[in-house]
T-cell receptor, first 113, second 109 residues
Framework: EAQVTQNPRYLITVTGKKLTVTCSQN?????MSWYRQDPGLGLRQIYY???????DKGDVPEGYKVSRKEKRNFPLILESPSPNQTSLYFC????????????FGPGTRLLVL | GESVGLHLPTLSVQEGDNSIINCAYS??????FIWYKQESGKGPQFIID?????DKRQGQRVTVLLNKTVKHLSLQIAATQPGDSAVYFC????????FGGGTRLMVKP
C-alpha cells in the first residue's frame, strides 16, 4: 500500500530537549516536505527536499533542521524545541517537485512544555 | 506570493443535499489548485485538482469549479453523506503550494 508514515504520532517533551520526527514513504517519490498545522493558519511549509541531499527552506524554517540521505526518508529535527513549536506536523511526498497529488502522512502531534 | 482563504469556517448541510465550499486566492499567476479533505486525527487526503487552463473538473461525486476572473475556486459535493464530514481546504500553486485555513463540513442526518 502506498503510504507516508511518521513516528512518533504523539510526543510530549520539554524545552531544549532535542527530538527527531521520522518520515518515510514507499512510493519512490522525489519530493518530500514537512508542514506544521496550527489553528486558523492552515498548513505552512517548514522545509522541503527535491531529491537526495537537496533540501531547502519553506515558509517557517526557524528552529528546524532536516536531512535527506535516502530517497525514502526525510526526518525533521528540532535541536532545541520551544513551546511555540507545539503544533501538528505533517510529512508529505509527491512524485515531482510541482507537488501535484501530494500524499500526506498521518501527522505527529507535538507538545513542548 | 500567494494567499488562500476559505469563505466560511463551518458549513452545515443535510444528508443528501449538495455542498458547496468556496475558496479565494490572491495571485493570478497561480497555475494549479487542489482540494484536500482532512478527517479528525488524520492527514489531508487528496480529493481533486484542476489546472488553470480548465474551468471545471469532475470526479466521483465531486466537482471543482475555477473562476480565474475573480480568483475563486469551489468544491461541490453531490448527495452529501455523513462520511463527508471533515475539514476541507484548498491550495493554490505559484511555484509552491499555499494552503487555505479550512472549512469544516458538518452533515446532519
Amino acid at each position: 500500500e502506498a503510504q507516508v508514515t511518521q513516528n512518533p504520532r504523539y510526543l510530549i517533551t520539554v524545552t531544549g530537549k532535542k527530538l527527531t520526527v521520522t518520515c518515510s514513504q514507499n512510493m519512490n517519490h522525489e519530493y518530500m516536505s514537512w508542514y506544521r498545522q496550527d489553528p486558523g493558519l492552515g498548513l505552512r511549509q517548514i522545509y522541503y527536499s527535491m531529491n537526495v541531499e537537496v533540501t531547502d527552506k519553506g515558509d517557517v524554517p526557524e528552529g528546524y533542521k532536516v536531512s535527506r540521505k535516502e530517497k525514502r526518508n526525510f526526518p525533521l529535527i528540532l535541536e532545541s524545541p520551544s513551546p511555540n513549536q507545539t503544533s501538528l506536523y505533517f510529512c508529505a511526498s509527491s512524485l515531482g517537485r510541482l507537488q501535484e497529488t501530494q500524499y500526506f502522512g498521518p501527522g505527529t502531534r507535538l507538545l513542548v512544555l | 506570493g500567494e494567499s488562500v482563504g476559505l469563505h466560511l469556517p463551518t458549513l452545515s448541510v443535510q444528508e443528501g443535499d449538495n455542498s458547496i465550499i468556496n475558496c479565494a486566492y490572491s495571485n493570478s499567476a497561480s497555475d494549479y489548485f487542489i482540494w484536500y479533505k482532512q478527517e479528525s486525527g488524520k492527514g489531508p487526503q487528496f480529493i481533486i485538482d484542476i489546472r488553470s487552463n480548465m474551468d471545471k473538473r469532475q470526479g466521483q461525486r465531486v466537482t471543482v469549479l475555477l473562476n480565474k476572473t475573480v480568483k475563486h475556486l469551489s468544491l461541490q459535493i453531490a448527495a452529501t453523506q455523513p462520511g463527508d464530514s471533515a475539514v476541507y481546504f484548498c491550495a493554490a500553486r505559484v511555484n509552491m503550494l499555499t494552503f487555505g485555513g479550512g472549512t469544516r463540513l458538518m452533515v446532519k442526518p
